[in-house]
């Protein structure tokens, strides 16, 4: 079974096949995104917004978002959506 999660602004992604959902601020995450575009694998959702969470897919697929992880997390949750917190 399909289920989706909503990134904002209208777009959604399968939270089954999501990897992990993090901050754009460090270093070595800005060098992956960066990494992911010469690749052609970043998938930009934020419609111009500022880039507040990089969710990675199962696929290599990198997909920016305009939203906070906490809140796609708190989205995953509230959907039953089995998910690990470590």
Do not use: C, F
Not at 16 to 28: L, M
Not at 50 to 57: D, E
Not at 62 to 73: F, K, M, N, R, V
């Amino acid at each position: 079974m399909i289920h989706l999660v909503n990134i904002g602004y209208g777009n959604m992604v399968s939270a089954n096949r999501i990897i992990s959902i993090i901050s754009p601020e460090s270093a070595p995450i800005k060098r992956l995104v960066q990494n992911g575009r010469d690749d052609g694998k970043v998938i930009d959702a934020t419609h111009g917004r500022k880039t507040r969470a990089v969710i990675i897919m199962d696929s290599g697929h990198i997909i920016l978002s305009a939203i906070i992880p906490e809140t796609i997390g708190q989205r995953l949750q509230k959907d039953n959506i089995d998910i690990k917190e470590t």
